[in-house]
């Protein structure tokens, strides 16, 4: 029982993973789509390069452009030191 | 230095990570180009293979300006904003003022001041510290009081 749950659980890792993959190719498809809106076959260059070497060679190279781009630009560096003070001891 | 070539390729990675690094740069380039020269075909043209030329022939150049113009002229409000909003507060949390000297000053006013009107005694480098800045006002209104006078 407790094997099939494991089994379970790494096939569940495993699909969020391609999920995962899938939405970082995305975000560089859509990177070379904003910034090539001229050109489709040099967007769909661009975007072949990046997702090759990005989410086919180095996934993880990818997955920390993206969260790192997602870090700077969402704002949630603001949040931090408005939460932090709750999260401190009193004294 | 060999195992750096076989086990990890940390010179592939590198020289890989080169070759996307400037495949994304001349796509900024040929993006801010466009944006600046879509009314005249031919400019865009030219310019766009001078800027492949500079992007093959001169890569790290090219890199590093674009890359700063990026970080300072495109996301330096944003640059800003993060540091002041976010790092600072976020030092202050941990205990470590990062703030202007001039800053530091009025901040060492206001607490003596506060002490002042508490009626607590001062030391002995906070009466220097109001002396110092007794005297600098002083020869400010005497800046002042100079230019204020009435020319003959």
């Known amino acids: 029982m407790n094997y099939l749950l494991a089994a379970n659980i790494w096939e569940t890792l495993g699909y969020l993973w391609w999920l995962w993959l899938f939405i970082v190719a995305y975000f560089f498809y859509n990177w070379a789509r904003e910034h090539l809106a001229f050109s489709p076959l040099l967007t769909l260059a661009v975007a072949a390069i ?7 060679e180095y996934p993880l190279v990818g997955s920390m452009t993206l969260l790192g781009w997602t870090l700077i630009s969402s704002g ?3 949040l931090l030191p408005m939460v932090l003070p709750f999260l401190k001891p009193r004294k | 230095m060999a195992f750096l070539y076989s086990i990890f390729d940390i010179f592939g990675f590198l020289s890989e990570m080169h070759f996307v ?9 040929l993006y801010w180009l466009y944006i600046n020269f879509r009314e005249n075909q031919i400019l865009f043209g030219l310019s766009s293979i001078i800027a492949a030329y500079f992007v093959i ?18 996301m330096g409000m944003h640059l800003q904003m993060l540091i002041q909003f976010g790092v600072y507060p976020l030092f202050r949390f941990f205990g470590m003022e ?16 506060k002490k002042l009107m508490e009626g607590k005694e001062l030391s002995h480098d906070e009466v220097k510290f109001l ?14 009081q100079q230019y204020m006078r009435p020319s003959a």
């Open chain 2, 57 to 74: 022939l001169n890569p790290i150049t090219t890199t590093t300006l674009v890359v700063l113009f990026v970080a300072f002229a495109v």
């Open chain 2, 98 to 113: 990062l703030e202007h000297p001039e800053m530091a000053e009025q901040q060492q006013m206001q607490a003596i001041e």
């Open chain 2, 131 to 144: 002396e110092k800045s007794q005297q600098r006002q002083m020869e400010y209104q005497k800046h002042v």
């Open chain 1, 76 to 78: 949630i560096l603001y």
């Open chain 1, 50 to 56: 990046l997702i090759y070497y990005l989410v086919i």
């Open chain 2, 21 to 29: 690094l400037q495949v994304i740069v001349f796509a900024y380039i």
